[in-house]
């Protein structure tokens, strides 16, 4: 994988949900700046395909099957990173989902799984890993949201979650300051993947209205978010920690 940006040779990250969309832009970005990459996902059969073509290309990866919502899981995953790659320098925290749907019509377990990805895993994987980079420093990146920030109509749980983990993120970046391990957030706004197309399948148009509403004219791509995780996952933002970054083509300016 030819690239004139090697920031993060000899690196070793962990990005969680990099089987597609913007975890995989994510990770593949890390690996062209030399990073070796874990690939961690539900989806065992995308995060080996992901790994695959990422060595394919010439960079170093692993693919390492992982269910963000099982702190157990989220420690053998860790685990197994450190083994086969090395100590882990960067946590990615970007799996993620939802069901767009007003809240009145919500029922509890769909809260229950919104809040289990979206919340609870990057709290397990900051749990595994805080321990492993405590004596030498490390970047933990959280993909967030926008709707964490202004709020999305049919989104009020995931919202919620997203502001969650601006605050968790934020209070970490405290406690952890002292330890060099830097705490960051990007909060992507609409971004071309299978978990937008998804979410808007059932309202044609809408995908056209909203790039329409973006004054850059366009909906975001996985690459454009990537761009900003390998700037906090560097040593570029040392001096940065506690921030939120958003990647939204100006949809939203929040001071
Ligand atoms: N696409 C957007 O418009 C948008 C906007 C704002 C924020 N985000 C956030 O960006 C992140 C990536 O979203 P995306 O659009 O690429 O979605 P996506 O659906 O394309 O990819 C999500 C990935 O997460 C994995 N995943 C889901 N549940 C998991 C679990 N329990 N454990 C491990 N992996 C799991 C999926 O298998 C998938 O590979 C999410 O946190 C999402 O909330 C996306």
Excluded: H
């Amino acid at each position: 994988m030819a690239s004139a940006i090697t920031r993060l040779s000899g690196k070793v990250a962990i990005v969680t949900g990099a089987a597609q969309g913007i975890g995989r832009a994510i990770a593949e970005r890390l690996a062209s700046e030399g990073a070796k990459v874990a690939i961690a996902d539900i989806n065992e059969a995308g995060a080996g395909q992901t790994a695959q073509e990422i060595r394919a290309g010439g960079g170093q990866a692993i693919a390492v099957k992982l269910d963000v919502t099982s702190l157990e899981q989220a420690a053998a995953a860790m685990d197994r990173v450190e083994r086969e790659l090395g100590p882990i320098d960067i946590l990615v925290n970007n799996a993620g989902w939802d069901k767009v749907q007003p809240f009145v019509e919500n029922t509890p377990e769909m809260w229950e799984r919104v809040i289990a990805i979206n919340f609870r895993g990057p709290l397990n994987c900051c749990k595994a890993v805080i321990p492993k980079m405590q004596a030498r420093g490390g970047k933990i990146v959280t993909i967030s949201s926008d709707a964490g920030r202004v709020g999305s109509m049919g989104e009020a749980v995931y919202a919620g979650c997203k502001a969650g983990l601006i605050g968790f993120s934020k209070t970490l970046a405290r406690e952890l300051a002292r330890n060099r391990i830097n705490v960051n957030v990007v909060c992507p706004g609409p971004t071309d993947t299978a978990l937008l197309k998804s979410a808007m399948a059932d309202r044609p148009g809408v995908l056209d209205a909203m790039a329409k509403g973006i004054p850059m004219r366009r909906l975001g791509q996985p690459q454009d978010i990537a761009g900003a995780v390998a700037f906090f996952a560097s040593a570029d933002s040392d001096y940065a920690t506690g921030q939120v970054l958003s990647i939204s083509g100006g949809l939203t300016m929040v001071g």
